[in-house]
Nanobody, 123 residues
């Protein structure tokens, strides 16, 4: 069963930066759309950003536009989420997931969920 693996989370002060990475051991991601999602305690999983298989199409939630950048390195089978100017409300467990074809950036259209990586923004 495919399960993506996220890394790069941690504790950072407001205004700081982190770069998350998403890989899929034993599976090639270059033909699939990838999304980053997050979930804070007591809330539903929400979309953060998505990228098409070629990387030519991207989507960002309004809450992260101008601060987060999604990218993919298909040669290294890795998808990144660069997060700058982090805010306390960005605190959540961040997940990456895979979609087949051109799908809306919505958790219902994605699968291969991993354990996530925790991002905590606090002073």
């Amino acid at each position: 069963q495919l399960q993506l693996v996220e890394s790069g989370g941690g504790l950072v002060q407001p205004g700081g930066s982190l770069r998350l990475a998403c890989v899929a051991p034993g599976f090639t991601l270059d033909r699939f759309g990838i999304g980053w999602f997050r979930q804070a305690p007591g809330t539903e999983r929400e979309e953060v950003s998505c990228i098409s298989s070629s990387g030519s199409n991207t989507y960002y939630a309004d809450s992260v536009k101008g601060r987060f950048t999604i990218s993919r390195d298909n040669a290294n089978n890795t998808i990144y989420l660069q997060m700058n100017n982090l805010l306390p409300e960005d605190t959540a467990n961040y997940y990456c997931a895979i979609s087949v074809g051109l799908q809306p950036c919505n958790p219902n259209y994605f699968g291969g969920w991993g354990q996530g990586t925790q991002v905590t923004v606090s002073s």
